[in-house]
């Protein structure tokens, strides 16, 4: 049983990022906003993940941030023990070009995805339930908080992560 539960809690999940039309700046065109598109996978194994992310049609030089929705709300999708600065250099920031194009992010993780995100000073863990890329107006990366929801911080794209293999509870449970 504990093999069946181990392969269950490795692997990769595709993230197909969906647009969110309402939550724009005001300054930017609506009908811009909503050709963003982007992709992705999420892999776990044992005690480590990656995160990797693609996506054109962004903002051009924008400052973006990649961050996981879980149960506990957003957490940055960065190691647990990244340092973070806020100036716009944090390790959940996306490189955008001048054409809107972010060629490529990745992030190893510290921590398998599909376990969960382990919380500091505690044993539980912060369940992953999507993965979110928003715009950050004030070009700052605001640290482990997004920012000002609709203020300072916009989300652009959404992705759900693969619930199917957590729908048992099967890998946050040790």
Same mark, same amino acid.
């Given at each position: 049983?504990?093999?069946?539960?181990?392969?269950?809690?490795?692997?990769?999940?595709?993230?197909?990022?969906?647009?969110?039309?309402?939550?724009?700046?005001?300054?930017?065109?609506?009908?811009?906003?909503?050709? !963003?598109?982007?992709?992705?996978?999420?892999?776990?194994?044992?005690?480590?993940? /990656?995160?990797?992310?693609?996506?054109?049609?962004?903002?051009?030089?924008?400052?973006?941030?990649?961050?996981?929705?879980?149960?506990?709300?957003?957490?940055? !999708?960065?190691?647990?023990?990244?340092?973070?600065?806020?100036?716009? %250099?944090?390790?959940?920031? &996306?490189?955008?070009? /001048?054409?809107?194009?972010?060629?490529?992010?990745? !992030?190893?993780?510290? %921590?398998?995805? %599909?376990?969960?995100?382990?919380?500091?000073?505690?044993?539980?863990? !912060?369940?992953?339930?999507?993965?979110?890329?928003?715009?950050?107006?004030?070009? &700052?990366?605001?640290?482990?908080?997004?920012? =000002?929801?609709?203020?300072?911080? %916009? =989300?652009?794209? /959404?992705?759900?992560?693969?619930?199917?293999?957590?729908?048992?509870?099967?890998?946050? =449970?040790?």
């Amino acid at each position: 049983m504990a093999d069946r539960k181990s392969e269950k809690c490795q692997g990769c999940c595709q993230l197909d990022f969906d647009i969110l039309p309402a939550n724009k700046p005001p300054a930017i065109d609506a009908g811009y906003w909503v050709q !963003a598109v982007a992709s992705g996978e999420v892999c776990g194994y044992d005690d480590s993940g /990656s995160i990797s992310i693609s996506a054109e049609r962004l903002i051009p030089l924008g400052v973006y941030t990649v961050w996981f929705a879980t149960d506990r709300g957003l957490r940055p !999708a960065a190691p647990t023990d990244a340092v973070y600065t806020a100036d716009g %250099f944090d390790p959940n920031r &996306l490189v955008v070009n /001048s054409d809107g194009i972010l060629n490529y992010y990745i !992030a190893p993780l510290n %921590f398998n995805p %599909f376990r969960g995100i382990p919380l500091p000073g505690s044993k539980t863990t !912060a369940i992953i339930q999507g993965v979110v890329i928003g715009f950050n107006s004030n070009r &700052l990366t605001n640290g482990t908080v997004p920012g =000002e929801f609709n203020v300072t911080f %916009f =989300e652009q794209l /959404s992705a759900d992560f693969c619930l199917s293999r957590l729908s048992d509870k099967g890998c946050s =449970e040790e």
